[in-house]
């Protein structure tokens, strides 16, 4: 019979084997992680996280809605300007010298159009330029709205860009319609009407000068931009548009066409460097026409090469030679130092003054006033100045208008130089008497010749139409003025200096002027400017006319032969083509012609 432990043995070990179990059970469980810190921390988590998220939607919903509202109008809400056009710019009969034609700026959006698009090489030949300039500014753009191509381009190059456009597929290139100034009669009125720039700012000229009143004030609205900068609602006007002013200027389309012609021709004939012509209308102060040589074409190239933008008119200085040895006469006369028949001395064609000496062509012998202007008389000239106080030459030459700017509206006008009478050498008072020792611009000379025509007085130049002639200042005596006319008619003829001056079927008067240029090192001896002054009709003067001529070197550099022959062209045509009234002896046209002046 096999061996049983006792039953009690049995229940105790059974008892210390669960024992033992749940101990094992217990230590099991208490090395076995706990996750519960976990969750607990999880959970605070994302219940903090949605707090602020619910927080976050109360304040940008509820508590800041409207400036919310405000920048997201800011994104597409925005301010443009309204363009206007720029003012015309007409003569004095209404012709059309400059005015602006609606064009298209040529844009790209960089965001769009990206630098390595495979259409780049297409667009960038249409827009004349290299492929990689055109990458180039696209790379430096990236990350901007908006980039200009091309500026105020002209039809045919936007035709030929939307075109490649279109072909290659190209995003992004767009048109906006802007305005582009055009000069229909090019370098003909350039120096007088100048250009503007890219952004229609006035650069040269009256463009310049009137540039606020032409430009007029551009309007401003409020509008909404879709994503491609395409305006799809107008809002509200914040601002009219205020269009530029027209301006009508004094000059005559005719003339200046007549005066450029012969002016440009005389050059290329005498293959002169530079010249002038200014017109003057004696009765208003009005500039009928003004021109200069050499000149540019305000619609193309536009360097200024050679001074090619310079209008010398009124820039320019020079010393006038014997074209001022009338004023020098009528100062004299005017003071009652001498009169129309007083006779001068000038044998034997020389005189000195301190260690200089003052000299004529040819010796004249005893001269009348008429004989001295006619005959160019340096030493009459002179002997006639030193008569007079420094002061009281001074002043009547500053009556004159010179030493002083016209005011006369254009850029850049000088105002000549005039020194003070204190300063002067008894032989500075001598030569200023002939031209020499003060300087001048060509619209300085013709205002004083002008102030001859209209007996004695002097009328502010204005470039633009005048409604009413101003009253002007009498700075000579009438009788003075008519004295001088009348023999300086006798410059015209063949006893005189410029016979080609003449005029047939008129009356003219004039000066003519041979000026040694000064250089470096003193006085040039080949180097010269011809000038002729004058007026028309003697009887009844209507213009007064400055012709200047810059260094010719074909062999003549007289002013009788050189610029008297451009004074009878223009003149001649301004005299018929404004209806002026013949006064001359017929007579005195055959005269003329025998002696070989206008024909």
Known sequence: MRWRPALWVRRWLRDRRGRRAVRLERRQKAQRPSFRARRLTVLSAFAVIALVMLSGAVEHQILEVDFLQKEGARRYLTRIDIPVHRGQITDRDGAILAASAPVDSIWVDPRTLRPDHPGIAALAKALAMSGAELRGKLAKAQGRAFLYLRRRALPEEVERVMAAVEANDIPGVELQREYRRYYPDGEVFAHAIGFTDIEDNGQEGLEFAYNDALKGAPGLRRVIRDGRRWVVKDVESIRAPQPGRDLVLSIDRRLQYLAYRELKAAV????????????????????????????????????????????????????????????????????????????????????????????????????????????????????????????????????????????????????????????????????????????????????????????????????????????????????????????????????????????????????????????????????????????????????????????????????????????????????????????????????????????
């Open 268 to 599: 290329q004939k005498h293959r002169a460097k530079s010249a002038s012509l200014v017109l003057l209308d004696v009765s208003t102060g009005e500039v009928l026409a003004m021109v200069n040589q050499p000149s540019y074409n305000p619609n193309g190239d536009r360097s200024g090469t050679g001074g090619r933008l310079r209008n010398r008119a009124v820039t320019d200085l020079f010393e006038p030679g014997s074209t001022m040895k009338p004023f020098t006469v009528a100062i004299a006369m005017d003071a009652g130092r001498i009169r129309a028949n007083t006779v001068i001395d000038t044998s034997p064609g020389y005189f000195s003054v301190g260690r200089y000496q003052v000299k004529d062509h040819h010796n004249l012998g005893a001269i009348d006033i008429a004989t001295l202007l006619r005959k160019s008389s340096n030493v009459g000239s002179a002997k006639i100045a030193l008569d007079l106080s420094p002061e009281l030459f001074w002043r009547g030459l500053h009556n004159l208008g010179f030493g002083t700017p016209t005011a006369a509206g254009l850029p850049g006008e000088a105002g000549g130089q005039l020194a003070p009478p204190k300063d002067w050498a008894r032989i500075e008072q001598a030569t200023m008497s002939f031209g020499y020792g003060l300087s001048m611009t060509p619209l300085q000379l013709a205002q004083a010749y002008a102030v001859l025509a209209a007996d004695g007085v002097r009328r502010p130049v204005s470039v633009l139409k005048v409604d009413e002639p101003p009253a002007g200042q009498q700075v000579l005596r009438a009788d003075t003025a008519r004295q001088l006319r009348n023999m300086l008619e006798g410059v015209a003829t063949r006893e005189g200096t410029a016979p080609r001056a003449a005029v047939p079927r008129y009356r003219v008067a004039g000066k003519t002027g041979t000026v040694r240029r000064l250089g470096a090192s003193g006085y040039t001896k080949d180097s010269y400017i011809a000038v002729f002054a004058g007026l028309a009709p003697v009887g009844q003067p209507r213009f007064a006319l400055v012709v200047t001529i810059s260094e010719p070197s074909a062999g003549k550099y007289y002013g009788g032969e050189v610029a008297a022959p451009v004074f009878s062209a223009v003149m001649e045509g301004a005299l018929r083509l404004l209806n002026v009234a013949p006064d001359a002896d017929p007579a005195t046209d055959i005269r003329l012609a025998q002696a070989g002046g206008a024909p």
